[in-house]
């Protein structure tokens, strides 16, 4: 493999909510992002995914853990101080909610131009120049660009949001569901863009989506989480052709198919999922709902573990 | 049959004011909806799915005018209705589940007060029993440990999560009709086929008519009696959902289903549609707004637009469709 652009050891992130409760948002996550790599991370909503790509952005302070950005520990940073760091245009980010992560008194132009003036102290001609070119690159009209947020549909703030993200040219670019909002044809331009610019710039993507099809056509890798943890890894062919992780085998079976033929033999998940709040470290995450449990998954909390070259898997059974 | 649908749009229009000029964003769109029935309204982005849901709701943006058209709403037009009788509509039997969750929550009330509100005021519940039930709701829509999250502000919830609270919130009051902006976007799909379960088990149970706005075509084929295909204000083609996938008609159609990642090997694979939507400014807009993009073009094409029936629920509008 190649070194290692990111490389995230036993992080964790816990909320406290009251009467010394916490909650466990990250819980001891190890993962590594190599130079040029994709990868995508996947998992039922509320499951950490945003929270982990906000420590990494620093956006957060993790409660402990190391985070490395090409061996320059992030992790011991004060997330305030963070902002005036010189690695901080070394990660940039595509917001989920591309509408509320755009300032709604910044025109388009604004916004793309917004991280050039700041981080690469660009002006005037040049400046324009930029902006218009990446609003060509994102197929963002030339003429929304003097439209504040509120004029531009979802898919247009999401067009904005990711101009504004490619703008400085990272190393590492987080996308917090970037296609979420995009219809299929925008969608299919932005992610052909994306593997083209990886290519040609050799940016890393750490890529959390909930479209499983468009996982499997971008990513390298797959990392698959269930509260806090991650419970499943590997090559993103081999994730979807063969999984192994219960919680992974339902996630790929509720992929919507338009043929009903395909729909057969689906995993509806039944049960209650559990709560996050001071989990039960000796019960799997997963029990209760996940259709296989059996006694031993109350009293063993399982530990990932190597299931075949490149692949993990947190499950006694798979 | 000839049931009166829930819900009959006809022949809508809506403009939108803008420094630059008048932006015709709906022309002459017309759908309906039946008792129980769920039906898709897909496009790209900007081709006015969300600002037609706005028009039926009656709450445009103030630069958006209805220059046309009806919505007939158990025997009265909504597009007709004083803002106060739409205002007691919208509470009762109309609900809207909006494209972007987080800010159609309010940021300071706790969310399951905000759906004990609308329980008390809508829902017929009493005040005491009203947090109970919103607990129940958030039991339904999934949410883990919802007896401590229904004392959470909406800051402290996952988008997911928040897009949850709306969906609880939306069908809490059991309305007539429901009209969901992409409800499931953010949402994994476990979750997402819970909800969609969940919305199909209301429309079963109390003759629920649902519009499910998205852009994801299988979602909308697997759950949706009928997909309602819009490119730039036009509804274009109308057809059940499998039918629209063997056998799309209109070139449009085809095109999006080129560019939906499904069982497709490669992103290379993929198609994107050429060119873009049309500058609804124009005042010289051709009759086929697509036009422009399309391949199949004919000189027929500049007059007005046909609405050709294909089979009983099936719908195209095109000179020449495939
Ligand atoms: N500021 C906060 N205070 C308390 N809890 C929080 C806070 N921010 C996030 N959480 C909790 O942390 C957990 C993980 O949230 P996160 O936003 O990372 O989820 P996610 O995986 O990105 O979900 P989605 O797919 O819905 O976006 C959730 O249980 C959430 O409620
Ligand atoms: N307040 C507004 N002022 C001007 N144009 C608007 C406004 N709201 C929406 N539009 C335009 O109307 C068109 C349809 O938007 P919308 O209905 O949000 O699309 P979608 O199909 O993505 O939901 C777009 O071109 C959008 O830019
Ligand atoms: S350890 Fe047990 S409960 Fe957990 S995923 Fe495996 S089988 Fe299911
Ligand atoms: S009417 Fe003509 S231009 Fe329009 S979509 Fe049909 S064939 Fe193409
Ligand atoms: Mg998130
Ligand atoms: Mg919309």
């Not at chain 1, 909610?97 to 025109?107: E, F, H, M, Q, V």
């Not at chain 1, 994102?138 to 898919?155: A, C, I």
């Not at chain 1, 994730?239 to 338009?258: E, G, K, N």
Request: net charge neutral; charged share 25%; hydrophobic share 40%.
């Amino acid at each position: 493999m190649t070194e290692a652009l990111l490389d995230i050891a036993e992080l964790v992130k816990r909320f406290p909510v009251g009467n010394k409760r916490l909650l466990h948002a990250v819980d001891e996550v190890t993962l590594t992002v190599g130079r040029g790599e994709t990868v995508g991370l996947v998992g039922e909503s509320g499951c950490g995914k945003s929270t982990l790509v906000r420590l990494i952005n620093r956006l957060l302070d993790p409660t402990s853990g190391s985070i490395r950005l090409a061996r320059t520990e992030l992790a011991d940073m004060k997330a305030r101080d963070f902002a005036r760091n010189p690695n901080r245009k070394r990660i940039q980010m595509v917001f989920q909610d591309a509408g509320d992560s755009l300032n709604p008194r910044y025109t388009a132009a604004d916004a793309i131009a917004d991280p050039l003036r700041r981080l690469r102290r660009m002006s005037g001609a040049a400046l324009r120049e930029r902006v218009d070119r990446l609003a060509d690159m994102t197929g963002l009209p030339r003429d929304l660009l003097t439209r504040f947020p509120h004029q531009l549909s979802g898919g247009q703030k999401a067009r904005v949001g990711i101009a504004r993200a490619i703008a400085v040219e990272p190393e590492l670019l987080i996308l917090d569901e970037p296609t979420a909002a995009l219809d299929v044809s925008v969608q299919v331009v932005i992610l052909q863009l994306l593997q083209q610019l990886k290519q040609e710039l050799g940016m890393s993507y750490l890529f959390v989506s909930h479209d499983l099809n468009v996982v499997r056509l971008l990513c390298d890798r797959v990392l698959v989480m269930y509260l806090g943890k991650i419970v499943e890894e590997g090559p993103a062919a081999e994730i979807f052709a063969d999984p192994r992780h219960p919680y992974t085998r339902a996630l790929i079976s509720a992929i919507p198919q338009a043929d009903p033929d395909k729909r057969i033999g689906r995993l509806r998940l039944g049960g209650e999922p559990r709560s996050p709040i001071d989990p039960d470290p000796t019960v799997c995450r997963f029990y209760g709902r996940c259709p296989k449990g059996e006694p031993r998954c109350s009293s063993e909390m399982p530990v990932l573990r190597t299931a075949g070259p490149a692949r993990q898997v947190a499950c006694h059974f798979a | 049959m000839t049931a009166v649908p829930a819900l009959a749009v006809d022949d809508l229009s809506v403009e939108f004011r803008t420094r630059s000029g008048t932006v015709k964003v709906l022309e002459k769109v017309g759908f309906e909806v039946d008792k129980g029935e769920t039906i898709a309204l897909v496009g790209e982005s900007g081709s006015g799915k969300s600002v037609t849901a706005f028009a039926v709701m009656g709450i445009l943006d103030p630069a958006g005018r209805v220059t046309a058209g009806r919505a007939m709403f158990g025997g009265s037009d909504l597009l007709a209705m004083s803002e106060r009788d739409l205002a007691e509509q919208r509470g009762r039997e109309l609900s809207m589940i909006f494209q972007n969750p987080r800010t159609a929550l309010n940021p300071i009330r706790r969310v399951g007060q905000q759906i004990a509100d609308v329980l008390v005021r809508h829902g017929g519940a009493t005040s005491t029993e009203a947090p109970r039930a919103a607990v129940e709701m958030l039991k339904k829509v999934r949410i883990p440990d919802p007896e401590r999250r229904a004392e959470a502000y909406p800051f402290e919830l996952s988008g997911g999560m928040c897009q949850r609270i709306m969906i609880a919130i939306a069908l809490s009051c059991r309305p007539a009709l429901l009209i969901a902006d992409e409800p499931t976007t953010g949402l994994d799909v476990t979750t997402q086929a819970v909800i969609m379960d969940l919305i199909g088990e209301l429309a079963h149970e109390s003759g629920m008519a649902t519009i499910f706005i998205t852009h994801d075509l299988a979602l909308a084929a697997e759950y949706c009696d009928r997909i309602v295909v819009m490119h730039a204000g036009h509804i274009v083609e109308a057809a059940p959902g499998r039918e629209l996938f063997s056998q799309p008609r209109h070139p449009y159609s085809a095109k999006l289903l080129a560019a939906t990642p499904g069982e497709t090997a490669s992103l290379a694979e993929l198609a994107s549609i050429p060119g873009g939507l049309p500058d609804l400014r124009r005042s010289d807009l051709p009759a086929c707004r697509y036009s422009d993009r399309c391949e199949r073009r004919l000189d027929d094409c500049t007059r007005p637009l046909p609405r050709r029936a294909l089979g009983e629920r099936h719908m195209v509008a095109c000179w020449n469709p495939l």
